[in-house]
């Protein structure tokens, strides 16, 4: 017996003990699941990877190459020379008629006009572009899960509200419905109190639709099946400090979209360098051994160097007009980039003044909520004791909820203003 009891016990502070060990899931570790997690990032990443062996293949063009290459030929007759000595026509071999033959050449390039440097520094700077991007889209993804996260928390505020202003309705239904067994009220009140209930709660249907549907659009950047319950941690208003002037400076500095701009810009730009260098002489020095089998031959065998000049003096124009429209290419990004810029100031501004906003609403909205709760008990005392309408009580009611809903989207508003300012100056 005592050890049924004290095993009752044991369960009981259990079930009481639970709930408090599981922890909401804050903002900061939805960030970490969603980075490992999102397919998109892990695109970028490997474009990052393609990126640095573009690199390594563009610096090993500096390198000398080393080619083998071998052979076997039959032919159908015994190669052979005539010649004439003194008007006697005889003739002698001159090589087998099936040999073989190989060979290990090397090659290493002196002088290019810089085709091989301009096309290290074009992949260069799209290395440095795709990193820039990989950075950059941490951050949108960031954005895209705290703004999902704040829908799960408005969601939820918004059904707990909806719940209130049913459970508001129902005893106020109650009420009227005393009050109309009395002979205080009419009918019409009764029927005007059981058709705001009713759509109450249609429009609590409706909210707690949007809050699973927030919950799967949450859970699907994280990875999880779309019906998983989440519990998460609310979050408050945290202001990014410095003046406009200061945030728009930081922003043109930071955001990764000019950054990645006018890395394409250098790269473009160093494509046409490396396009037109191939109009200047081309200097190799190459050397190796060569083998080809011929008895008649004194050496078959023979180890050789030399160099080598190419120059394309004349191509049509065609390296040039290819240079010109990679150089052009160039141009339309610095025009983007000038675009690109003129939006980044006009998002900084823009979240700034939506962070001045939304500290502005929470004062007024926090201050309304104890307003609206007073004015709807004493609507509904003066109303029992027939000194005001059913009207006035249903819209004390709505003013009520109002407030609730219009704090809440104050806060969250806040919260997202400056997560989205910490955004536009690559802050988060």
Request: hydrophobic fraction near 40%.
């Amino acid at each position: 017996m005592v050890t049924k009891k004290y095993g009752g016990h044991f369960l009981i502070c259990l079930g009481l003990l639970l709930p408090t060990l599981i922890q909401a899931e804050t903002l900061q570790q939805a960030w970490s699941i969603a980075i490992e997690y999102d397919h998109g990032l892990q695109a970028v990443r490997e474009n990052t990877q393609a990126s640095e062996y573009q690199l390594k293949a563009a610096k090993a063009a500096r390198l000398p190459n080393l080619t083998v290459d071998g052979g076997f030929t039959a032919l159908e007759n015994d190669p052979e020379a005539k010649v004439n000595f003194g008007g006697l026509a005889t003739q002698f071999p001159l090589a087998e008629k099936d040999s073989y033959s190989y060979q290990a050449m090397t090659v290493l390039p002196l002088y290019t006009g810089g085709q091989i440097s301009g096309g290290i520094d074009a992949a260069s700077a799209s290395l440095k572009a795709s990193k820039h991007l990989q950075v950059g889209k941490v951050l949108d993804l960031k954005l895209r899960v705290a703004e999902a996260y704040i829908g799960v928390l408005r969601s939820t505020k918004a059904f707990e509200v909806a719940n209130s202003h049913v459970a508001s309705l129902e005893s106020h239904q109650k009420d009227v419905e005393n009050l109309f067994e009395q002979g205080m009220v009419s009918r019409n009140d009764l029927l005007a109190a059981r058709v705001a209930l009713a759509d109450a709660t249609q429009q609590a249907l409706q909210v707690k639709n949007m809050l699973d549907i927030s919950r799967s659009a949450y859970n699907r950047l994280l990875g999880r099946a779309f019906q998983t319950v989440v519990e998460l941690e609310e979050v408050a208003p945290v202001t990014v400090e410095g003046s406009l002037d200061d945030l728009m400076v930081q922003a043109i500095k930071a955001r990764y979209e000019l950054r990645v701009l006018k890395q394409q810009m250098a790269a473009l730009d160093s494509k046409a360098d490396a396009i037109r260098a191939k109009n200047a002489p081309q200097l190799a020095l190459s050397g190796g051994y060569s083998y080809k089998e011929n008895k008649y031959q004194v050496h078959e065998g023979q180890w050789l160097v030399g160099v080598g000049l190419k120059w394309t003096l004349f191509d049509g124009g065609s390296i040039q007009h290819q240079a010109s429209a990679t150089a052009r290419q160039a141009r339309s990004i610095e025009q983007q980039y000038d675009e690109m810029l003129s939006l980044v100031k006009l998002q900084v501004r823009q979240y700034w003044l939506a962070v001045q906003e939304t500290r502005k609403r929470l004062v007024v909205t926090e201050q309304s909520i104890s307003q609206a709760e007073e004015n709807l008990r004493v609507n509904r005392d003066r109303y029992e004791h027939g000194l005001s309408t059913n009207t006035d009580v249903l819209s004390a009611e709505a003013l009520r909820t109002g407030s609730h809903n219009n704090h809440a989207n104050a806060i969250y508003d806040a919260v997202l203003a400056n997560i989205r300012l910490r955004r536009a100056v690559s802050d988060l």
